[in-house]
């Protein structure tokens, strides 16, 4: 997806779901301060998790399933107080601590 997307700040829903995208996912996703729901699930992203991902404020529901994405899951997903469900199920990340 292209990194423009991220100039969508007033963007509550965003469902791309089941299509064929590959790559990462924009740096600065979470410039997106409006999101609350974020459904990616089911395509080819790769690389890690955006840390800026912890910046969305009102956040309810994040897919991210069967994708590719590797490395550590962002320690800033525990910002997230209004998330109610993280979907990141067969991805080959790696938790964190919530120290």
Known sequence: ??????????LTDLGLSGNSFTGPLPRDL???????????GFNQFSGEI????????NVRFIGLINNQFSGLIPSSI??????????????????????
């Open 50 to 57: 955006p840390s800026s991902i912890g910046n969305f404020s």
């Open 30 to 40: 979470g410039n997106m301060k409006s999101m609350e729901y974020m459904n990616l």
């Open 1 to 10: 997806i292209p990194e423009s997307i991220v100039n969508l700040t007033s």
């Open 78 to 99: 525990g910002n997230l107080q209004t998330m109610s469900w993280l979907e990141l199920s067969q991805n080959q990340v790696q938790w964190f601590s919530f120290r």
